[in-house]
């Protein structure tokens, strides 16, 4: 029998940790502490796995549903949604990375300790961080276009930032 909301927000934790089963593999976790956890079962390559899908109620039934169901379609398309899961967190990870304002303090670290004086230093990188990121120093660099930067500096100019 499906799980309703109704029934997860009224259910109650025991000593040990217990299973509620939804469908299609998606199963409420209740923990002994009373934390509910969304999972997913499914089979790999002859192993069976788990994917953890989030925490109830921050993920509704909905969204578990939904989740679980985007799983299921990689799985049909032979592709382990856990693998999957792991290399968008992988890529999310690496674009923070790389976005403009780690790559520009790297750059500013290089440079300011052996080539520019303290103050000049300072200066510089007050600027970017009062000019430059705020508009673009989350972004990934590699997503970063001309037209981008074209509209921060023309940005800085209209204030009298950078001057000819």
């Not at 309703?4 to 089963?21: E, F, G, S, V, W």
Request: aromatic letters at 10%; one cysteine or more; proline letters at 5%.
């Amino acid at each position: 029998m499906a799980l309703t909301d109704t029934k997860i927000r009224n259910i109650k934790p025991r000593d040990k940790p217990y299973k509620l089963a939804d469908e299609k593999g998606l199963f409420l976790l209740i923990k002994p502490n009373g934390g509910k956890y969304w999972r997913f079962k499914y089979r790999f390559l002859d192993k069976e796995k788990l994917l953890a899908i989030g925490v109830y109620p921050d993920v509704s039934l909905a969204d578990a549903r939904e989740k679980r169901d985007q799983a299921r379609k990689l799985l049909v398309n032979r592709t382990d949604p856990g693998l999957a899961k792991q290399a968008v967190k992988r890529a999310t990870k690496l674009a923070a990375e790389n976005s403009f304002e780690a790559i520009a303090r790297e750059w500013h670290a290089k440079y300011s300790t052996t080539q520019w004086s303290p103050r000049h230093a300072e200066r510089i990188l007050r600027r970017f961080e009062c000019n430059i990121f705020p508009w673009i120093g989350n972004r990934p660099i590699t997503e970063l276009t001309a037209s981008e930067i074209l509209v921060v500096l023309r940005r800085m100019e209209s204030r009298g930032v950078i001057q000819y």
